[in-house]
Nanobody, 124 residues
Framework: QVQLVESGGGLVQAGGSLRLSCAAS??????????MGWFRQAPGKEREFVAA????????YYTDSVKGRFTISRENAKNTVYLQMNSLKPEDTAVYYC???????????????WGQGTQVTVSS
């Protein structure tokens, strides 16, 4: 099991930027298969996959709506993953959750470990 703690959420104007952080602790999956990712959920909406990154190779995956605007990265030594969000839009408003599992599960919205979530609000 992996414990995940998100931080960095807040209120920004449309077109602004924000960086989310997720610190992982506890047991982890094999280094060659472990991935971490970000999901978001707006009120009345289903949880949506946003981005993921493999821990060993750094391969990244993004949902179409954030490509070119969001960047996921990680610092292995700190067991931390980041989500840099640029050109934010009101429709990006949601609670953002950090998650950990193999990438195949993350990409379909499933994960063995979830963070508590951090609120991101984008005003128009």
């Amino acid at each position: 099991q992996v414990q995940l703690v998100e931080s960095g959420g807040g209120l920004v104007q449309a077109g602004g930027s924000l960086r989310l952080s997720c610190a992982a602790s506890g047991r982890t999956v094999s280094s060659y298969s472990m991935s971490m990712g970000w999901f978001r959920q707006a009120p009345g909406k289903e949880r949506e996959f946003v981005a993921a990154i493999s821990w060993s190779g750094g391969s990244t995956y993004y949902t179409d709506s954030v490509k070119g605007r969001f960047t996921i990265s990680r610092e292995n030594a700190k067991n931390t993953v980041y989500l840099q969000m640029n050109s934010l839009k009101p429709e990006d408003t949601a609670v953002y959750y950090c998650a950990a599992d193999i990438v195949a599960r993350l990409r379909v919205g499933e994960a063995g470990s979830w963070g508590q979530g951090t609120q991101v609000t984008v005003s128009s």
